[in-house]
């Protein structure tokens, strides 16, 4: 069945069955293969993306619940990749293997947009659904903070990745 | 301090790094360059003008290429080895394209595994950089008639300081290319204080396409053509199929066939597991096919495992003489002195990778030619497996090797990829098998469950006169030998054999484990339960003795020396691989970062008792030096919070000291998540847990709030760091509750314990 689907402000018709997730549709149908598989039921944030701003988890987004709605992917987030986040994330080397890391933007992304100065806790009540394996936490909570302006560079931050080097 | 970065100027660089070598395999994969990654010999730096080694080639232009042959699953490596050669080289970094290589034995060992790429390729990637160095200065000073010795190099030009000379690189390569290339015996490399990239720190190679999502990841592969495999594989190991009925299946839409595969024959090395497929025109399709297959099985043997009776299993196991496997002194006489005793035994549960990507491989075979596009540690293991699978010789298997989203050991075994091959060829076009987090967390080289016995006969100052270590685990070796049931040297020496201390009568045993489910080396391997239990068990005879734990650690690793291994009883260590004349076991080195670990934690002024504690534990693993001190707060409904760990480590020489923090970093987290919750068990030969529901690993809200990194300055040779972060952690973390509570946990997870 067809769907007219506005991702990252493009439009696109796509010919899928109406209980096929969001994610498929983008990974496979509309080879957008930034928003990443990692569990299939809502329980790891690799699939997050934003409908209307709001963070969903792809995998279990069937295309016919998506109506009209707005979709963003990492590949939408910013024309350039300097959302504040992208770059705190990269002053902050966030990634190691980075397969999570889109989800885990996409997911802070949307904490940002309802809460500005987000406190440790409210990062970790946002983040709790985005699983790293790689453990990033320490510097996603850092870079979330920096983007937010909750701490400046040179600051000494609630969250402080110690320089080792003497 | 908060690092800050010249964010504009990275973004410059983008536009020249965008077009990785990678990108295009993964992603378009038009015929020509198809074709032309067949043949060997084909990589960009092949293709230049002056390449003397496989690994560096540059250009007339300037432009040079640097192969990495190892895989990127997190560590850095695909940064860390190129800065290695561009630093010899004197190369302008922003000169530089990084190339993944292809499985091709020329590269040598590819098998990213073992906390070793740095060790193993550090000389051979400053020889690639240096032999292209020498060259271009032989052909500089030949220009200028000038001696080479009284020419330098720096940013990508060659300069005679005397007449003010200077030459870029690129000018120099035609002539360079005609000269002898030199040996390494004849080649002088940089000085420590004229590195000007080696152990500084570098964005990874790949951060910009990671954070816009346009990085490929192994899941992310795709050819033309390409058609969507998933497979219902046997629940229990060397199952067959009974009775197959896959009418529904192929009446949903988007199916477009559904395939056997065949069983393997054992041993099961990393041979496909066998089940049906489902093939479709998209992932959900087949996901939606598979869920409509009839299938009964015939379980065989391995139907019988019940972790749960498998567990008391080890434990008698362990309660009676093994294997001898290490010996010094005489600890039967010390044990039948009359002394007084303490024991423990320890028991870690199975654990799945759970690598976030989970495995995925594309496969397009024809014509008894098979290529890969797989997210692999190990891609000759690919070539051996699928050339084994397919019949076809090795060398017509190309594997081309994807960013990996997370390795751990699980992405060396490649029976995904002989599923696609399989697949690929009995459908003649090309297929992708994505396995399902269900898939990965069933189907898993799962980490050996193990039980650890320790005994030890005290003298004075509550210090062991007397030790006995044993231990039972399901070995790997049972991958490669069916029905082994003794651990291989490599995993008594993580951690058993090799415990540090200087006690004078000594044995270690191992004690038979059968396997019942596939088994496979996981991040740090037998390092994490030998670890958790000589570690706890050292604080629990300093507890006995009601001595500090750090005190009484030091005082049982003794003086600062070079340990005597052969003394030690330990002649045929295995020490990781490498020669024990270049990489010594050094007591110091272990004393060291276990006082400065102490000192940064503030472990003299540390908190004890009320629900707050810390707990200290050190080892030497993978050549290289931890020491974990991790801090807790348990509150009265058991829940474990960690306000800090400290990490600290001597790798000796460190390449890319931010990308170690970061694996250290990761590791405190991993092993506090292996620790809590993380367990997989087993009843009727079937896996019992299967997403992240119920195989539970840590979250934002488990990780600890800080974690501070130390990196010992050292001029030794290289070590690991992949992997040496994690082991000791985990004990850490125990005996951090130790202290707080009073309570000793000797089994993991901690929810058994009414702890999480
Ligand atoms: S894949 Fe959607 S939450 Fe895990
Ligand atoms: S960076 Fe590897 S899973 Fe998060």
Same mark, same amino acid.
């Given at each position: ?53 709001? @963070? ?5 987004? @069937? ?15 910013? @024309? ?87 | ?13 983008? $536009? ?97 595994? $073992? ?19 020498? /060259? ?81 990841? $192994? ?418 409904? $058991? ?30 987290? /991993? ?86």
């Amino acid at each position: 069945m067809p769907y007219t689907l506005n991702v990252n402000g493009q439009t696109h018709t796509v010919d899928v069955p109406a209980d096929m997730p969001l994610l498929w549709v983008l990974r496979d149908v509309l080879d957008l293969k930034g928003t990443k598989f990692g569990c299939g039921m809502a329980q790891c944030g690799a699939c997050t993306i934003h409908l209307d701003g709001e @963070p969903a988890r792809a995998c279990v987004t @069937p295309v016919a619940a998506v109506g009209s709605a707005r979709i963003t992917t990492i590949e939408g987030l910013s @024309p350039d990749g300097t959302h504040p986040l992208q770059v705190a994330w990269m002053n902050n080397d966030v990634p190691q293997c980075g397969y999570c890391q889109a989800g885990q933007i996409m997911s802070a992304a949307a904490l940002l947009a309802k809460t500005p100065q987000p406190t440790d806790a409210d990062i970790d009540a946002a983040m709790a659904g985005n699983i790293c394996r790689c453990g990033t936490y320490m510097r996603i909570r850092q870079a979330i903070h920096e983007a937010a302006g909750t701490i400046r560079a040179g600051d000494s931050a609630p969250v402080q990745i110690t320089e080792a080097r003497d | 301090m908060i690092r800050t970065r010249n964010v504009s100027r990275r973004f410059v660089l983008k $536009g020249i790094f965008a077009t990785g070598a990678l990108v295009v395999a993964a992603r378009v994969v038009p015929g020509a360059f198809r074709l032309a990654a067949q043949a060997a010999g084909q990589t960009n730096a092949d293709r230049s003008l002056l390449h003397p080694t496989v690994y560096l080639g540059i250009n007339p232009d300037g432009r040079v290429f640097i192969v990495t042959h190892r895989s990127e699953m997190g560590t850095g490596i695909r940064t860390a080895l190129p800065m290695v050669a561009a630093d010899e080289l004197d190369a302008d970094w922003s000169q530089v394209t990084i190339e993944q290589a292809i499985g091709d034995e020329r590269y040598g060992d590819q098998n990213t595994d $073992g906390s070793k790429s740095i060790r193993d390729f550090y000389d051979a990637f400053r020889y690639a950089g240096a032999s292209v160095r020498s /060259m271009l200065v032989s052909a500089a000073a030949a220009q200028w008639g000038v001696a080479p010795e009284s020419c330098t190099t720096a940013a990508h030009e060659v300069i005679h300081e005397a007449s003010g000379r200077r030459a870029g690189y690129g000018s120099l390569v035609e002539a360079a290319s005609k000269l002898p290339v030199p040996r390494p015996e004849d080649l002088r490399f940089k000085t420590r204080q004229q590195w000007k990239y080696i152990g500084t720190d570098r964005p990874i190679y790949d951060l910009d396409d990671i954070l816009t999502g346009r990085a490929i990841y $192994g899941i992310d592969a795709r050819v033309d053509g390409m058609v969507y495999a998933s497979i219902e594989r046997p629940p229990v190991l060397g199952g067959t199929i009974r009775s197959l009925d896959d009418a529904a299946a192929r009446r949903v839409a988007g199916v477009e066939d559904v395939r056997t595969l065949p069983s393997f024959t054992p041993p099961h090395l990393f041979q496909a597991l066998g089940g049906v497929a489902v093939i479709a025109r998209n992932t959900w399709a087949a996901l939606q096919g598979r869920r409509q297959l009839q299938i009964t099985w015939d379980d065989g043997p391995n139907a019988a495992y019940e972790t749960e009776s498998y567990r008391q299993q080890l434990f008698d196991a362990v309660s009676r003489p093994g294997k001898v496997v290490c010996t010094r002194g005489d600890v039967d006489a010390a044990l039948a002195s009359g002394s007084r005793t303490i024991e423990a035994t320890y028991y870690v549960p199975h654990h799945a990778h759970a690598t976030m990507e989970p495995p995925a491989a594309v496969a397009d075979v024809r014509d008894g030619r098979a290529e890969i596009w797989a997210p692999v540690q190990n891609p000759q293991a690919v070539q051996d497996t699928v050339s084994a699978a397919l019949g076809i010789p090795r060398g017509n298997v190309v594997c081309h090797v994807t960013l990996l989203g997370g390795g751990f050991g699980r992405k060396s075994k490649p029976d995904f990829a002989a599923e696609a091959a399989i697949l690929s060829r009995d459908l003649g076009r090309p297929v992708k098998v994505v396995w399902t987090r269900e898939d990965d967390i069933r189907f898993d080289y799962f980490h050996a469950v193990a039980a650890v016995h320790h005994k030890a006969v005290i003298g004075d100052g509550g210090r062991p006169t007397a030790w006995l270590a044993r231990s039972a685990f399901p070995p790997i070796a049972s991958t490669f030998t069916a029905g082994a049931e003794y651990g291989g040297d490599f995993e008594v020496g993580m951690g058993l054999t090799d415990l540090p201390y200087d006690v004078p009568n000594f044995r270690a045993e191992n004690c038979p484990a059968p396997a019942h489910v596939r088994i496979g080396w996981f991040r740090s391997v037998a390092n994490i339960y030998h670890v958790f239990a000589a570690q706890s068990f050292v604080d629990e005879l300093a507890a006995a003795a009601g001595r500090d734990p750090l005190e009484f650690q030091l005082d049982l690793l003794g003086p600062p020396r070079l340990l005597d291994l052969k003394a030690a009883g330990l002649a045929d260590f295995w020490n990781y691989g490498v020669s024990s004349e270049t990489y010594p076991y050094d007591i110091g080195r272990l004393r060291r970062v276990l006082e400065v670990a102490a000192e940064r934690a503030g472990w003299s002024g540390r908190p004890q008792g009320n629900g707050r504690g810390m707990g200290l534990a050190v080892a030497r693993s993978f050549t290289a030096y931890v020491a974990s001190v991790v801090e807790v707060e348990v509150g009265t409904d $058991g829940a474990v919070r960690v306000p800090r760990v400290t990490q600290v480590i001597d790798a000796g020489t460190v390449v890319h000291p931010e990308r170690v923090r970061a694996q250290l970093e990761g590791a405190a987290v /991993m092993g506090i998540g292996l620790a809590r919750s993380a367990e997989i068990t087993a009843a009727g030969g079937r896996i019992q847990q299967s997403n992240f529901h119920d195989f539970v690993i840590a979250r934002i809200t488990d990780a600890p709030t800080q974690v501070d990194v130390h990196i010992i300055e050292s001029d030794e040779k290289p070590g690991g760091v992949g992997e040496p972060g994690l082991p000791p952690v985990i004990p850490a973390l125990t005996n951090a509750i130790y202290a707080a509570t009073g309570r000793r946990i000797r089994e993991l997870p901690l929810s058994k314990h009414g702890l999480a």
